[in-house]
C-alpha cells in the first residue's frame, strides 16, 4: 500500500512589506498580512467568504475576480416575504442611446412564489397559503404607484 503525503507543501513563497502570499503545490494561495498589521480588523470580526475565480500567471500575478451576479445587479429585487413567500420584481433594463437619452428595452415583472415543506401536509399547506396569500394581497393594495414628471 502507497502512503500519499497529504500535508501542504510550499511552492513558491513571496514576502512582501504589507503581506505574504504563499503558493502551495497543491493549488491553495493562502495570504497572510504582515505582522504589525495583526492588531487591525479587516471584517466585523468573523470570517467572510467570497465566491470567484483566481487566476495565477507562471510568474506569479495572481488575480481575484468575483462572479458575476448580473450585468447591472441581480436580476430580482425583494420587495415583500413571508414565512413561506416571497413578492419579487424584475429590475427594468435600459439602454442609453445615441443622444444620451435612456430607453427601457424591458417591462418589470412581478413574482409571487411560495415554497411549503412537504411534512406539513395539505390541510395545513392549505390553510398557510391562505394566511401569507391575504398578507401579499395587502402588501399589495398598501402599494401607490406614483409619477413623477420632469418639469423642463
Known sequence: ?????????ILQQAVKMDGSINFQTNGDINIYPCPWE???????????????????????RTR?????????????????????GAVKMTRPI???????????LDKEYIYVTFKFPKKY????????YQEE???IMSYFKTRKEETIWNQQ
Not at 495583526?38 to 506569479?60: A, P
Not at 481575484?64 to 413561506?84: D, I, M, Q, S, W
Not at 439602454?95 to 435612456?102: K, S, Y
Open 94 to 104: 435600459f439602454e442609453v442611446t445615441a443622444n444620451g437619452l435612456r430607453r427601457r
Open 38 to 60: 495583526n492588531e487591525k480588523q479587516v471584517t466585523n470580526g468573523e470570517r467572510v467568504s467570497y465566491k470567484g475565480g483566481i487566476s495565477v500567471d507562471v510568474d506569479g
Open 1 to 9: 500500500m502507497i502512503k500519499k503525503n497529504f500535508k501542504k507543501q
Open 64 to 84: 481575484v475576480k468575483r462572479y458575476n451576479v448580473g450585468a447591472n445587479g441581480p436580476k430580482h429585487e425583494t420587495l415583500f416575504e413571508t414565512l413561506n
Open 121 to 128: 401536509g395539505l390541510a395545513l399547506t392549505k390553510a398557510l
Open 133 to 135: 396569500a391575504d398578507q
